[in-house]
Nanobody
């Protein structure tokens, strides 16, 4: 199984910035895509940004030009730099990984999500 250590959430004023970090741990053989999803109260969980192992990125239209995703493959860590934050960015942000693990000699490829970190944008 993949476990995640997420950090960087908090309260910020509109127009401010935050940087989220997420380290994936476990018996990881390789990680294909990593990324971030978010879920606001009463809404479904939506993709924010994803980055492939070769560095190709994809963003939700609502964050394009404001958020930047990056990753350190050697550390199995993904980052999300969030600038010009808006109240509508308020949500629980969860780390995501499409990873292959070695569990007792068997290999498994799964999509996994972390527990999430709260981001609140408010004056």
């Amino acid at each position: 199984q993949v476990r995640f250590v997420e950090s960087g959430g908090g309260l910020v004023q509109p127009g401010g910035s935050l940087r989220l970090s997420c380290a994936a741990t476990g018996n990881i053989v390789e990680i294909n895509a990593m990324g971030w999803y978010r879920q606001a109260p009463g809404k479904q969980r939506d993709l924010v940004a994803v980055i492939a192992s070769d560095g190709v990125t994809n963003y939700a239209d609502s964050v394009l030009g404001r958020f930047t995703i990056s990753r350190d493959n050697a550390k199995n860590t993904v980052y999300l730099q969030m600038n010009v934050l808006k109240p509508e960015d308020t949500a629980v942000y969860s780390c995501y990984a499409d990873a292959v693990t070695n569990e007792g000699g068997s290999y498994y490829r799964r999509n996994s999500w972390g527990p999430g970190t709260q981001v609140t944008v408010s004056s």
